[in-house]
């Protein structure tokens, strides 16, 4: 029985309200979306591996105070990838902070060298946080 079969008969047997099964539809469709991009980068990723003058990851770690946490780990050839990753009412949120989250990633890799600390490291007044770090191999 397939997750909507099992999340209908929910429903028909009265334990989940309709509007329960839809945020439950919508979640298991956002996971399996989430999957394909990260199978897709993981390819992509494979097929340039050794052909980058940078070793190491860029770390993108977001926490929200409501206790959802994404971190997205790519190398830092993929760093401008990253973007389209993050959601952009959050990209939004750090434009309105004053950080330029597209700048930094797209400069990522001439100033690897460089960087040593975070990169960024800030927590909001409502909780929330975004760690961007590279981790050097």
Do not use: C, W
């Amino acid at each position: 029985m397939s997750d909507k079969e099992k999340i209908l008969k929910m429903v028909a047997d009265g334990k989940i309200s309709v509007e329960d099964a839809e945020k439950l539809l919508k979640a298991i469709n956002e996971a399996r979306s989430t999957e394909r991009q990260s199978n897709h980068l993981v390819k992509f990723a494979e097929k340039i591996k050794g052909s980058s003058p940078f070793s190491g990851k860029i770390i993108i770690d977001i926490q929200s105070s409501k206790g959802e946490n994404v971190k997205i780990k790519l190398p830092l050839k993929l760093a401008n990838l990253a973007l389209k990753m993050i959601p952009k009412d959050k990209i939004t949120e750090f434009d309105q902070d004053g950080v330029n989250l597209r700048e930094i990633l797209t400069n990522i890799s001439t100033m690897v060298d460089e960087v040593d600390d975070d990169i960024l490291n800030i927590t909001s007044a409502s909780g929330d946080s975004v760690r961007i770090y590279v981790e050097k191999t």
